[in-house]
């Protein structure tokens, strides 16, 4: 009964037992179902395995629960996957609270989650129009490194409601239809239902996105629309509606602290909520060599103390066709005006993009550690029946025209613009609220 008292009220089917919610409360006294899961074939982490073969009394629970605090600490930076995270909490009572004790400002060195929504529109200009069923939304989660396992999850079956699709934050997906908006967990399918939303403004809102963890105090969910951006303090009874005087939003970032805005013609800009609302355009000098050949519109990426902007460029050859390369600058504040200065090599990072702009983007640093590579970035495939659910592509590699049409549709790179957007979540990465649920 337990077992399926959680599945139905996560609205989860499991493939592989690796990615499955852990047990909520652990007794430190029991030993976990997913104990065979923990830290498995990892050298660096078999300390508490040796210490419980020296003696019969030691190879009880209490041996990992009594660990110090210490060294609970230097397991949790070796943790390089969502799955050893799971493993970790799993374990007992005392190894969950020590995560969960972290201050704030910790921050993870593993990959993100990649989400593929189980139904892919092809052509999001002739599909506008339609919401999508949100009930019928279903999605799989597969962590890069552990593929042989996935998480197959969906919206809450009793929401029978018509919703577009807005974009993810901070592990949630984001719905709204007019009035009507719900943020659905990517990883338990757990809900949030915001006030409704009443304004002439809010029949073109067409990117949605939370400013910090749902569960911390100053949580608040922002709508763009052509004209302005909607404001809900997470747990408050109502909307505040502020003027927005930019090109349309084509990404939100948070770096150090302050929030920035890439418009459509990419042009900077910084968003404060207080003490009152305002948006200012931050004075930027464009090099040279970043307007050479065709451009997509950009990415941009916080990977540590940089902002970067990742571009994609093609060139055409009579004879060869076409082919793109990726370009990465990073953002010098120390001038003025701030200047984009070209990153010939991401040394020791990966990065993470999706072709919907309204998506997160991540970084990641030692990507080695759980299988991957550095200098490389990391593009989830908006086809959802790819062999291959991202491509990587190392930062200054030719990406031919085969390996193009054999990853994009001819739209599918194109940069959203307002009300013409993918209308449910296709391909993207994704860290579950779980993580940032840790030191809060």
Known sequence: MAGRRRRRRGHLRQ???????????????????????????????????????????????DVWADLLDSLLLQIIALLSSFHDLLAFISTCCSWRAALFSLPPAFRFNFPPLHLQSDHYVPHPRRNYVKHNLLSNIKWQLID????????????????QVRMRYLGCSYGYLIFSNLEQCFLVDVYNGATVKPPKLKSTS???????????????????????????????????????????DVEGVLQIVFFKG????????????????????????????????????????PWLVVCGDMLLLVDFILSVDPLSGFSGTFKVFCLDFSVEPAKWVKVDNLGDNALFVSTDRRNPTFSCKSPER????????????PFADCNEPWSAVELGQVVTSTELCATYSSEAILAPRPSVNYQQPQSL?????LVYGIGR
Not at 38 to 53: F, G, L, M, V
Not at 269 to 291: K, T, Y
Not at 370 to 381: C, M, Q, R
């Open 144 to 159: 890069p490194a552990k593929r042989t396992s996935s998480l197959r999850c969906s919206a809450p079956q009793n929401l």
């Open 429 to 433: 990465w994704v860290f579950p609220s």
């Open 202 to 244: 809010s029949h073109d809102i067409y990117y949605g996105f939370l400013v910090a963890p749902i569960n911390s105090s100053n949580s608040h969910l922002l709508f763009c629309s052509k004209s302005s951006m909607f404001q809900w303090q997470v747990g408050s009874n109502s909307w505040s509606e502020h003027p927005l």
């Open 258 to 297: 302050e929030m920035f805005a890439m418009d459509l013609l990419w042009r900077l800009h910084r968003i404060h909520l207080a003490p009152q609302f305002s948006v200012q355009e931050v004075a930027v000098m464009w090099g040279e060599d970043m307007v050479v050949g065709l451009s997509y519109k």
């Open 15 to 61: 493939e592989g037992s690796p990615l499955a919610p852990p047990p909520e409360d652990p007794s430190p006294m029991e030993p976990t179902t997913r104990r065979e899961v923990a830290i498995p074939d990892r050298p660096s982490k078999k300390t508490c395995h040796a210490s419980s073969s020296t003696s019969s009394s030691m190879s009880g629970p």
């Open 370 to 381: 759980w299988g991957g590579k550095s200098n490389t970035i990391y593009i989830a495939k």
